[in-house]
């Protein structure tokens, strides 16, 4: 479930056709489009700047990903490259250059099929809409294991069915150089304004992101979004536009990060989205 840009609440999957809620009143369902695929059982969902992926899932898994545009007038689903391999059971991770990780599940059919483990991790880039292979971890992370980005942009990979491990992924973009680094961001920012960051490196910067706290279960991250805000440039300042309302920034906490023009992410700050009537 995501809430889409209009206020209205929008479900994807797993099943192939997707559903709008309107909650004004007692509320209505309406019947959205249906995916290309077909079912996606454990395979994630994520929200980017309004366009929704799904990533594999099924069974037997698939390695196809769709994409779906909540902004336009009428959204319909679209094949987009698909991964490396098929999985389901697996977990994808929003990165602060807003890219996809992917890390974890099986390729193999059945319910959490861990003697066709997927070990490798790859990324995708919606930009130039490639997938990257990377570097595998050590142990099978299936049903019930989650993955959730830290505040220095690693990514905390742990758990599955009686497994009580943890791994920690380093993403390429942490091996590119020095950080940008926040000398100050406001604590509390409302839609609808425009606020100041104080950063030595603001001639370098070239995006400034928001990714909501991570709350996994199930391959789903069920409050993962990604929001990149427009910006202007000043001597050691960036001056920043807000979501224009809480139906792209939910009320609640976020991690605020720069990413410069080497593709290095800033330690992502704490920032709380306040309501906005």
Known sequence: MFLAP???LFLAGPQRVSRFMDPAGTGAWVTGPSSNYGTRSYGPAVYLDGRVLLIGGGDPPTATVEQLDLNAASPVWRYVAPMSTARRQHNATLL???TVLVTGGSRGSGFDNKSTPVFHAEVYDPVTNRWTRLASNSLYRGYHATAVLLPDGRVLSAGGRNANSAEIFSPPYLFKGARPVVSSVPDVVSPRTTFTISTPDAGRVTKVTLIALGSVTHAFDQNQ????LPFTRGSGVLTVTAPASNNL???GYYQLFLVNDAGVPSVGRMVRIAPVP
């Open 6 to 8: 209009n206020g209205r």
């Open 225 to 228: 979004r990604l929001l990149t």
């Open 96 to 98: 602060p250059d807003g």
């Open 249 to 251: 920034a939910p009320p």
